[in-house]
């Protein structure tokens, strides 16, 4: 999967972006939710330029995530042009104080980067485990809860199934360049 992302040609990957953005509109909460967190797109995954600028034309607040010291991630408001810097993985994160970061729990949307996904929310990350440490508040809460987890990718990243690990946090919905799968309708 890692291979094919990164094939991509330029014009593919802005092709997916645009067809994400279309396919996110059909949610309601990306449409009306005032605080949507996303990520900066690296090694191939889903650009969000086309998604970001459609919550900013809605004057909804976009977020990027910042690692923290104990490896989960905290949430920085962000615009174009805002500074940003490296983290140790050299992607990009909001230069904010730490007193400007969300807490997970205070987002109402989170779109989420996926190596590969199941139509019932099992999701393959970077092997890093952000996401699931991170969120794993909402792995007791009858679903979709706050924040809805929303993952992002190309449609050749679904396969049939992903056996889940005790750790994981499922998502709500994926949006893919050419359908939203509602997980919750076929968990």
Do not use: H, K
């Amino acid at each position: 999967m890692r291979e094919q992302r990164a094939q991509l040609a330029p014009r593919e990957r802005i092709a997916a972006a645009e067809a994400v953005a279309d396919t996110l509109e059909q949610l309601p909460e990306f449409v009306v939710d005032a605080r949507v967190a996303g990520y900066w797109a690296v090694g191939g995954e889903v650009p969000l330029l086309a998604a970001y600028a459609r919550l900013r034309a809605r004057a909804q607040t976009y977020f990027l995530p910042v690692i923290d010291s104990n490896d989960v991630l905290t949430f920085a408001a962000w615009q174009a042009g805002a500074p940003v810097r490296a983290n140790r993985y050299g992607i990009p994160e909001p230069e904010v104080e730490t007193g400007a970061l969300l807490a997970p729990r205070d987002l109402d949307l989170v779109l989420v980067p996926l190596l590969g996904f199941d139509r019932r929310g099992n999701r393959l990350g970077m092997g890093a485990g952000f996401y699931d440490r991170t969120f794993a508040f909402l792995r007791d809460l009858a679903r979709p809860a706050q924040p809805v987890l929303v993952g992002i990718g190309y449609q050749f990243q679904e396969v049939d199934a992903l056996p889940p690990q005790a750790w994981d946090v499922p998502l709500d919905f994926i949006a893919t360049d050419r359908e939203l799968i509602d997980c919750s309708a076929t968990a």
